[in-house]
């Protein structure tokens, strides 16, 4: 290698480092207006039921990527859009232009059932809902146990990724639905009380195709007293 080509060389490697460069930074995410919260528990917390594993990969990764991605659209939102609460955007999804609009629809729902998610899961040792929404769930499903079995159908019914859902009206009146793949409730204008994610993502490690399982092993998993306060 004569001296102009070690130049050469070293120019256009030079190049190549600041392209790299450039192109991680352009990748690198914005880091709002929406942030990851966080867990608010360790991992394990609700181990044997939902595992540590599964619990890091489904926050750190499946949700934060949902975050990530719903800052990536709101960049090319109108301000006032990009200002609005991850409520207001999932309630009105006509106001978010068309071009972004599956954008915000995915990953906007993705951000808020899983804030949710992550909301009302508390190991309970065996607990049931008590006050004013145990009486509702009575007389709205005629009993806990019949409650049970409709909303483990609804979960066990989604084809593919998706969510089952308890969740009320604006008259307060409770039903079972199921969404798919990230839809969230408030589309509808229903406010989700308590969810159970039935992406693969929420329980392969554990319970691999076991669907029916890991939706048996939920019951030991509910915050009832959260879900209560999302009612009232
Ligand atoms: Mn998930």
Redesign the pocket.
């Given at each position: 290698m004569n001296r102009r080509d070690a130049i050469k060389t070293t120019l256009l490697a030079g190049a190549a480092i600041l392209t790299t460069k450039q192109s991680f930074a352009a990748e690198a995410p914005p880091t709002g207006p929406f942030t990851l919260p966080p867990l608010g528990y360790a991992f394990d917390a609700l181990e044997p039921f939902i595992d540590a594993k599964t619990m890091e990969i489904?926050h750190g990764r499946?949700h934060k990527a949902y975050v990530d991605n719903l800052n990536k659209a709101l960049v090319k939102a109108p301000a006032p859009v990009a200002a609005l609460s991850i409520e207001a955007l999932l309630k009105d999804l006509s106001a978010v232009p068309e071009e972004l609009r599956t954008a915000v629809r995915n990953n906007g729902g993705g951000h808020h059932n899983?804030t949710l998610f992550w909301q009302t899961l508390r190991k309970n040792e065996g607990g049931k809902p008590s006050g004013d929404l145990a009486k509702t769930i009575d007389a709205t499903f005629s009993g806990y146990e019949a409650f049970q079995k409709q909303f483990a159908e609804a979960a066990t019914k989604v084809f593919g990724s998706g969510w089952a859902w308890l969740v009320a009206d604006a008259s307060k009146k409770l039903s079972i639905i199921s969404t798919p793949n990230q839809d969230s409730p408030l589309s509808q204008n229903l406010t989700p009380l308590l969810g159970i994610?039935v992406?693969e993502?929420?329980y392969y490690l554990k319970y691999q195709n076991k669907r029916a399982d890991y939706i048996a092993a939920f019951w030991n998993v509910i915050d009832w007293e959260k879900v209560e306060s999302r009612l009232s």
């Amino acid at each position: 290698m004569n001296r102009r080509d070690a130049i050469k060389t070293t120019l256009l490697a030079g190049a190549a480092i600041l392209t790299t460069k450039q192109s991680f930074a352009a990748e690198a995410p914005p880091t709002g207006p929406f942030t990851l919260p966080p867990l608010g528990y360790a991992f394990d917390a609700l181990e044997p039921f939902i595992d540590a594993k599964t619990m890091e990969i489904h926050h750190g990764r499946h949700h934060k990527a949902y975050v990530d991605n719903l800052n990536k659209a709101l960049v090319k939102a109108p301000a006032p859009v990009a200002a609005l609460s991850i409520e207001a955007l999932l309630k009105d999804l006509s106001a978010v232009p068309e071009e972004l609009r599956t954008a915000v629809r995915n990953n906007g729902g993705g951000h808020h059932n899983h804030t949710l998610f992550w909301q009302t899961l508390r190991k309970n040792e065996g607990g049931k809902p008590s006050g004013d929404l145990a009486k509702t769930i009575d007389a709205t499903f005629s009993g806990y146990e019949a409650f049970q079995k409709q909303f483990a159908e609804a979960a066990t019914k989604v084809f593919g990724s998706g969510w089952a859902w308890l969740v009320a009206d604006a008259s307060k009146k409770l039903s079972i639905i199921s969404t798919p793949n990230q839809d969230s409730p408030l589309s509808q204008n229903l406010t989700p009380l308590l969810g159970i994610d039935v992406w693969e993502h929420a329980y392969y490690l554990k319970y691999q195709n076991k669907r029916a399982d890991y939706i048996a092993a939920f019951w030991n998993v509910i915050d009832w007293e959260k879900v209560e306060s999302r009612l009232s």
